[in-house]
């Protein structure tokens, strides 16, 4: 899921200040709403994982997400659950 822009840049340009990965800029998530990659708790994940899916920037994301840490909403095609075991199982 993209970061959002740095406080000041506007979302479709970069600047010195913008640290957003490149691959953000292809990802399919960058054409829908952040609530579609994070919705309200119990709610399902089943469309963002199907955008997740035909995106050819999912393992980067999900590298990006594990990387850092993201604790919430859909990266990579995996929830914060699913991406909680697979740090498990990597250990």
């Not at 609530?35 to 709610?43: I, N, R, T, W």
């Amino acid at each position: 899921m993209p970061i959002n822009p740095t406080p000041g840049t506007n979302a479709g340009s970069r600047s010195v200040t913008d640290t957003s990965p490149a691959w953000q800029d292809s990802a399919l998530c960058a054409q829908t709403g952040p609530e579609f990659f994070f919705p309200a708790p119990g709610s399902s994940t089943r469309e963002a994982k199907q955008l997740c899916g035909a995106c050819p920037e999912r393992a980067a994301c999900l590298a990006y997400a594990l990387e850092h840490d993201e604790r919430f909403g859909v990266w990579g095609g995996l929830s914060e659950r699913e991406r909680l075991r697979l740090r498990r199982t990597r250990r």
